[in-house]
């Protein structure tokens, strides 16, 4: 039980910052990759530090799989009308 508390405590501390559609408030979130919806954009928090990346030309980041892949692959962009 006291595991599960701990994993929740961090899971509520990491993710208070995290934004779904803009930049992630990086002193805030946990250090990781964020995406910016149906985007080649994404943005890497490290050491409470924000950097912005691109996927190479044609491709758009997949927030499920924190990697760049073909628009029709990315499922976030098959959610919504772009």
């Given at each position: ?25 990086c002193s805030k979130v946990c250090e990781g990759v964020y995406g ?47």
């Amino acid at each position: 039980a006291t595991m599960l508390r701990l994993a929740v405590l961090v899971f509520l501390v990491c993710t208070r910052g995290a934004a779904l559609d803009g930049k992630p408030d990086c002193s805030k979130v946990c250090e990781g990759v964020y995406g910016k919806g149906c985007s080649s954009e994404f943005y890497l928090c490290r050491n409470t530090i924000l950097y912005t990346m691109h996927c190479h030309s044609g491709l758009y980041f997949d927030p499920l799989t924190k990697a760049c892949n073909f628009k029709e692959k990315v499922r976030i962009c098959a959610d919504r009308r772009y």
